[in-house]
């Protein structure tokens, strides 16, 4: 008898330690299901103490200096939200970094401001279809090239007489103050009336009041307008080679590397080509996804 009621508390208290241990179970499942794929991230993301990933991590933010007037590669539309190809980099960037997409922010930046915003401080970075030049390269740091545009022309629909840019000679013609774009059209059209606006889509605004015959800067950003206007038409091809980075102040080579194998990641496994697909596929003068992705530096 006395045998018996040993071997029944032993049952018990068997019974008792499996639910305990299978209420951890349940507890530890509960708790993987509920974690975002961010924060598994962010739990992997190991880097170098006092590099410039830990300070942001750290810091728990990527501030992103972006165009916010630009369809296809930043626009703020009437909700406020930002969206393009741009933006979408950079949130892979910060994907990267372990950051969930509310740590990762955007400020408006324009031609003029970009490398001030980023010698300032103001931003971590920029992504904002920015050339990669020598004189550029003397002020910030420069990621592989991300994207490939050349320049070309926006007129409206109805406008004939503009067939390449010689044509555009002695006619205003619109670009953005601190533009690549800018000095390229006073080299290929050197009586040009050039009239320098803020942002590109105050020149779109000019050209469709009247105010000019034309709009210059590279054919990813045009084509834009062209998709979201069919009164306008991009003409005369592309007349130079615009190669893009991400730009970074200088002094953060290990930045500049993160970013490079970032970029390098999403042209391998499809990101690039679907992000290209979605907000520059089937636009008029524009190359496909295949033939921009096989145009950039192979990915390492």
């Given at each position: 008898?006395?045998r ?14 499996l ?61 406020g ?9 950079a949130?892979?960037?910060?994907r ?32 904002a ?41 002695r ?15 006073r ?8 009239v320098?606006?803020?942002t ?34 991009l ?17 953060q ?31 008029e003068?524009?190359?496909?996804a ?11």
């Amino acid at each position: 008898m006395q045998r018996l009621r040993w071997l029944s508390v032993a049952l018990v208290l068997g019974a008792l330690l499996l639910a305990a241990a299978c209420g951890d179970d349940d507890t530890d499942a509960a708790a993987t299901s509920t974690a975002t794929p961010n924060a598994t991230a962010a739990a992997q993301a190991t880097f170098a103490p006092g590099s410039a990933m830990a300070r942001l991590v750290a810091a728990g933010k990527l501030t992103v200096g972006v165009k916010f007037d630009q369809p296809g590669f930043g626009l703020r539309d009437a909700s406020g939200k930002i969206d393009g190809f741009d933006v979408a980099i950079a949130r892979e960037i910060g994907r990267a970094l372990g950051l969930r997409e509310d740590q990762v922010t955007f400020v408006e930046v324009t031609s003029a401001n970009r490398v001030q915003y980023l010698n300032e401080g103001r931003v971590d970075l920029v992504a904002a279809s920015m050339t990669i030049t020598d004189a550029r390269r003397q002020e910030v740091d420069f990621s592989r090239i991300y994207f490939r545009a050349g320049q070309s022309l926006l007129i409206r629909r109805d406008n004939t007489s503009i067939v390449n840019v010689t044509s555009v000679n002695r006619r205003k013609v619109c670009s953005v103050a601190g533009s690549t774009s800018a000095e390229n059209i006073r080299n290929r059209a050197g009586q040009v009336d050039l009239v320098t606006m803020d942002t590109y889509s105050a020149c779109v605004a000019a050209l469709k009041a009247g105010a000019v015959e034309a709009v210059t800067t590279d054919d990813a950003i045009l084509a834009g307008f062209v998709k979201a206007d069919s009164s306008l038409r991009l003409i005369g091809g592309a007349f130079s080679v615009e190669p893009y980075g991400i730009a970074v102040k200088k002094g953060q080579p290990e930045l500049v590397a993160f970013i490079d194998s970032v970029i390098n990641a999403m042209l391998r496994d499809g990101r690039w080509d679907r992000f290209y697909t979605q907000y520059f596929g089937g636009i008029e003068g524009l190359e496909s996804a295949q033939a921009m992705h096989s145009s950039l530096p192979a990915a390492n």
